[in-house]
């Protein structure tokens, strides 16, 4: 059941929705304002992985230049 987030063009404010069924027909509109000028936004993630030894581990992070500007590659810990 994915989270689908939400940005109103109108008072700026992020709203959430739930979608349970992909077949649903929903009507959408603002919570604060009831403006449907709205559009979607890439929700942010966040997350903590712990080794076998109950301490953290870190993401690892690596930028380089490529032909597109600047590429970062991720290493996220978990299980191998």
Do not use: H, W
């Not at 603002?30 to 929700?43: A, D, G, M, T």
């Not at 581990?57 to 978990?78: D, F, L, M, N, V």
Request: aromatic residues 8%; glycine residues 6%.
């Amino acid at each position: 059941m994915p989270i689908f987030e939400f940005r109103c063009n109108e008072c700026q404010d992020i709203f959430e929705l739930l979608v349970l069924n992909q077949d649903e027909t929903i009507e959408l509109c603002c919570p604060k304002c009831k403006s449907n000028n709205f559009e979607r936004v890439l929700s942010t993630t966040n997350f903590a992985v712990t080794n076998t030894a109950g301490g953290q581990s870190q993401a690892k992070a690596q930028t380089r230049t490529c032909s597109g500007g600047s590429c970062t590659t991720y290493e996220i810990p978990g299980c191998d």
